[in-house]
Antibody, heavy 115, light 108 residues
Framework: QLQLQESGPRLVKPSETLSLTCTVSPGFITSYYWTWIRQPPGKGLEWIGRGHYSGKTDFYPSLKSRVTMSVDISKNQISLKVRSVTAADTATYYC?????????WGQGMLVTVSS | EIVLTQSPGTLSLSPGERATLSCRASETVTANYLAWYQQKPGQAPRLLIHTASRRATGIPDRFSGSGSGTDFTLTISRLEPEDFALYFCQQYDRSPFAFGGGTKVELK
């Protein structure tokens, strides 16, 4: 059964780079697009972007200049990097499998930006 | 960019009542590529409906989706205690696949 698990530092300093990894159950990573979503505390869902093992990526316009995403087949992992973070990047970050809609989600991980 | 507006922001209802949630798009969502998600406190969102009206696996039939073009609706026919939660719509017709702002269904 497919499972997703986010991991990475839970505290990041302002102006630094937030780096997260989503580990996917073996055998599934090349078959789908994978999406990152975030949710600031007490607020709604924000679509960050999507990526495929072929290298194709697609990001929300306002984040595009600060975000990179990659798929590592050998490790069954999808990575997300957000550069030059501020307090506004504090959120729970989710990865999800995309079939157009998002049918499977990780449990999410709260990342706080603070000095 | 397609902007989704959900209304109302909060819906106060009692168990057994019918809930009607609206999601309006700023442009036509082609092929009804519109999904609904439920989120409970401390949990990840869960897919309820895709392609505007198709229930996801394991979703009870009291949840139904309808609509096309720019106007979509999620209906919960009879609210169960576990249905009090946040609900989001999302379009996946054109990137960015943004979400609506959400509707909270709360206990009256």
């Amino acid at each position: 059964q497919l499972q997703l698990q986010e991991s990475g530092p839970r505290l990041v300093k302002p102006s630094e780079t937030l780096s997260l990894t989503c580990t996917v159950s073996p055998g599934f990573i090349t078959s789908y697009y994978w999406t990152w979503i975030r949710q600031p505390p007490g607020k709604g869902l924000e679509w960050i972007g999507r990526g495929h093992y072929s290298g194709k990526t697609d990001f929300y316009p306002s984040l595009k200049s600060r975000v990179t995403m990659s798929v590592d087949i050998s490790k069954n992992q999808i990575s997300l990097k957000v550069r030059s973070v501020t307090a506004a990047d504090t959120a729970t970050y989710y990865c999800a499998r995309e079939l157009g809609y998002l049918d499977l989600w990780g449990q999410g991980m709260l990342v706080t930006v603070s000095s | 960019e397609i902007v989704l507006t959900q209304s109302p922001g909060t819906l106060s209802l009692s168990p057994g009542e019918r809930a009607t949630l609206s999601c309006r798009a700023s442009e036509t969502v082609t092929a009804n590529y519109l999904a609904w998600y439920q989120q409970k406190p401390g949990q990840a969102p869960r897919l309820l409906i895709h392609t505007a009206s198709r229930r996801a696996t394991g979703i009870p039939d009291r949840f139904s989706g309808s609509g096309s073009g720019t106007d979509f609706t999620l209906t919960i026919s009879r609210l169960e205690p576990e249905d009090f939660a946040l609900y989001f719509c999302q379009q996946y017709d054109r990137s960015p696949f943004a979400f609506g702002g959400g509707t909270k269904v709360e206990l009256k």
